[in-house]
């Protein structure tokens, strides 16, 4: 079982991967043409709104609504009924959508208020901003009819469509910043059409993929089928409580945009940076597990059930230790590579380290809810998932409430970071306390190994990393050193402890 889930993550981890430098390439050319300003925190602010649901929705959240209701009837050996109940599915999911959007269209400039009301209601940065998320707001329908189409694929093991497919936004996002925004008197405005289009192109992508499996959807309503029912009935406490992450940084962004001017900026970038590991690893296991999962509880085998979340668990741990420890001794060293000129200045790499820094500290913490929280989904306890999502939330605004002050927009991350680590925690304590997840055996000498090279990574790259003036290549060598201290110390100790066995 672990080797085929260790090649399909590794299949994802490698496509999310090749998506995520495109995402940086992306990014680095918006620091580079755009830098940090009025304009930029403008387009960041409405780009939350289509951002949050390409992440809740193409990261494998949207999924877990969905993935144990195909496995059920795939367990079935009923492919008729499940086109039936898919075509169903998507025509209200089409329905709600469009109405979701153009009511979000005519409220557009309330929404930026309530995301950013540090903004001016009536001043430039406002407007601009209520007419980017206007020209976005329709990618919000796409990707949520992406996502499903993506869930579809994920259960039948078909990984690496959807996984390549969030790379697309990428290219057009990229292209418009390079070739479109030319064309306009505020060039910002290119990069809106550039997410707009990204859209389009990833909900025609996955169609030939679909139409092979003998499912590609139709649009149909149903308003007095029982499954598609308790699917939308279902829906929303599922996407709540798989989201409180991105709520939380949607509140971030509120709170962001009454400290200085920049700020909103600063926590993007340092969150973008943050989406590598928890993109290529965190996606990729939830991608992965959730299938599995669901195949467990629709066979009523509980020991596989827990046997997955263990191996999910163990990837957190070996991953996320060191992958917390390089973001922070690296924070600057990869802004200033990546981001820094004339636009995006020395004061801005150091400003964005320090958000960098406040969310490495919960890296852990948000892979760890990605493993935990399909475990609620598939068994549909929705009510205790959301109740912890609420916690999540509620400590979010406490941490905030602390850390504001002393910290500022630093702060407004550590915030969000200690509260992912309350929920992976209230999360893990439940499964345990109900028995849904039973630790195997070596979780102590592991978690030493883990520890043991992960301090052995640290200490080699706080001698080695410059002060200053750094370059790709001082960043890439620190890094593979990085790398192969912790791979080797690991890899020594593992065997090392066989051996005693």
Not at 406 to 418: E, K, R, S
Request: glycine content about 6%; aromatic content about 12%.
């Amino acid at each position: 079982m672990s080797q085929t889930l260790s090649k399909s993550t590794l299949q994802v981890s490698g496509l999310t991967l090749f998506s995520r430098l495109l995402g940086f390439t992306r990014d680095m050319l918006i620091a580079r043409y755009f830098g940090v300003g009025a304009a930029t925190d403008a387009f960041f602010v409405a780009f939350r709104f289509p951002n949050f649901l390409r992440r809740l929705f193409a990261e494998g959240a949207f999924a877990q609504a969905f993935v144990p209701l195909i496995s059920e009837y795939k367990t079935q050996n009923n492919l008729l009924e499940l086109h039936q109940i898919i075509n169903k599915i998507t025509g209200h999911l089409a329905l709600l959508l469009a109405l979701l959007m153009l009511a979000g269209m005519m409220v557009a400039p309330l929404l930026i208020t309530l995301c950013a009301a540090g903004f001016d209601w009536q001043g430039d940065q406002h407007i601009l901003a209520t007419l980017l998320l206007r020209i976005m707001l329709p990618y919000g329908f796409f990707i949520t009819l992406v996502a499903f189409m993506g869930s579809i694929l994920n259960a039948h093991t078909q990984f690496s469509i959807p996984a390549f497919t969030p790379a697309l936004l990428n290219l057009t996002m990229i292209g418009a910043t390079l070739w479109l925004s030319p064309y306009f008197s505020k060039p910002i405005i290119a990069l809106a059409f550039g997410v707009l289009l990204g859209g389009i192109v990833q909900f025609l992508f996955q169609i030939p993929a679909l139409r092979n499996l003998g499912l590609l959807p139709r649009f149909q309503l149903d308003f007095h089928n029982v499954v598609v029912k308790r699917v939308m009935k279902n829906l929303l406490p599922t996407l709540f409580a798989t989201s409180t992450t991105q709520i939380n940084l949607l509140m971030n962004t509120f709170v962001a945009s009454f400290l200085t001017t920049g700020s909103v900026s600063w926590l993007y970038y340092a969150d973008r940076l943050l989406e590598f590991p928890t993109g290529i690893l965190g996606a990729a296991l939830t991608t992965v597990m959730l299938p599995r999962l669901a195949k467990s509880h629709a066979e009523q085998d509980t020991e596989q059930f827990s046997v997955t979340l263990d191996w999910g668990l163990r990837r957190v741990i070996l991953l996320g230790f060191p992958a917390t420890v390089g973001l922070i001794l690296l924070a600057e060293p990869i802004l200033s590579v990546l981001f820094q000129s004339a636009e995006f200045t020395a004061h801005d790499v150091h400003a964005s380290s320090q958000s960098l820094i406040g969310y490495a500290l919960g890296l852990v913490g948000f892979l760890a809810i990605k493993v935990l929280t399909p475990a609620f989904t598939t068994q549909s306890t929705h009510s205790i998932a959301v109740r912890v999502a609420w916690y999540s939330l509620a400590s979010n605004v406490g941490f905030i409430s602390l850390l504001i002050i002393p910290f500022a927009h630093g702060g407004v991350a550590l915030a969000t970071a200690l509260a992912a680590i309350v929920n992976a925690g209230l999360l893990l304590i439940f499964l345990r306390k109900n028995k849904i997840y039973r630790p195997t055996t070596g979780w102590i000498l592991f978690l030493l190994r883990v520890i043991v090279a992960t301090s052995a990574m640290a200490t080699t790259l706080y001698f080695i990393v410059p002060v200053s003036n750094w370059t790709m290549i001082q960043l890439v060598k620190s890094i593979l050193i990085g790398v192969a201290i912790y791979g080797a110390t690991s890899f020594s100790l593992h065997k090392n402890s066989i051996s005693f066995s």
